[in-house]
């Protein structure tokens, strides 16, 4: 049984098998958007797109399938090279968009229009729901970097480890540096913070241990290009 799981077989479409393989990609697409979200910074461009990439994807693969044709495999997989010809700078939605043109078009040209019609009306009230939904918001994770100023008398190794735990998923110890002639410390810290709500309350605790010294706490100053 296992292995007919696993044997090659032609596909042969019809209305109800590609709706049922719809409803698979969307909910997988869910699925995998769900899991990616959790205890991640993200945004709502990057996980609606991959909410909706399974999809778009299925598109093309049907195509192939249906025209069988091993010269039209080559000239999508040609095709969809050109998506890496928008800048760096755009964002995850310009993929998906070029994506679902591209797919239409090429139903267009291969001549299945009700295939290109019905994939874009799944597809539009698909974005049109993850985009006016919640779903995708930002969540109350968030990166911080953590500059504490202590005086040079206070013993800082593990010195609050304890309140990084309590309020964070994660957290690593970064450097140290002597400021003020010596005579004060500064300790920078990476921390994954279980609910920026809490932010304020870790930093009051944080004053308490220090002595009430400075104590920054800012947004992850590199910049990473979104996909």
Do not use: C
């Not at 969809?80 to 591209?102: C, K, P, Q, Y």
């Not at 779903?135 to 304890?162: Q, W, Y």
């Not at 279980?194 to 004053?207: G, T």
């Amino acid at each position: 049984m296992i292995q007919e799981l696993f044997k090659a077989h032609t596909v042969s479409y019809t209305l109800p098998s590609i709706i049922g393989s719809v409803a698979a990609s969307i909910i997988l697409g869910l699925v995998v958007a769900m899991v990616y979200m959790y205890r991640n910074t993200y945004s709502k461009n990057f996980v609606t797109t991959l909410a909706a990439l399974p999809v778009l994807v299925q598109l093309i693969i049907m195509l192939v399938n249906m025209n069988g044709n091993l010269g039209t495999g080559m000239a999508v997989l040609g095709a969809f090279s050109l998506i890496r010809f928008r800048s760096v700078e755009g964002n995850s939605h310009d993929i998906a968009t070029i994506f679902w043109a591209m797919g239409v078009g090429l139903a267009a040209g291969m001549g299945y229009i009700f295939y290109a019609f019905f994939f874009s009306v799944i597809v539009t009230i698909y974005l049109l729901v993850l985009n006016t939904s919640s779903f995708g918001n930002l969540s109350s994770t968030a990166e911080r970097e953590l500059k504490i100023t202590i005086p040079e008398d206070l013993d800082f190794p593990g010195l609050f480890d304890d309140l990084l735990n309590k309020y964070g998923y994660e957290y690593r110890y970064d450097s140290v540096k002597t400021t003020t002639m010596g005579s004060v410390y500064e300790l920078a810290y990476y921390i994954k913070l279980k609910d920026v709500k809490n932010e304020k309350h870790l930093i009051d605790e944080i004053r308490v241990r220090n002595g009430n010294m400075p104590v920054v706490s800012s947004k992850i100053s590199s910049k990473t290009n979104e996909l």
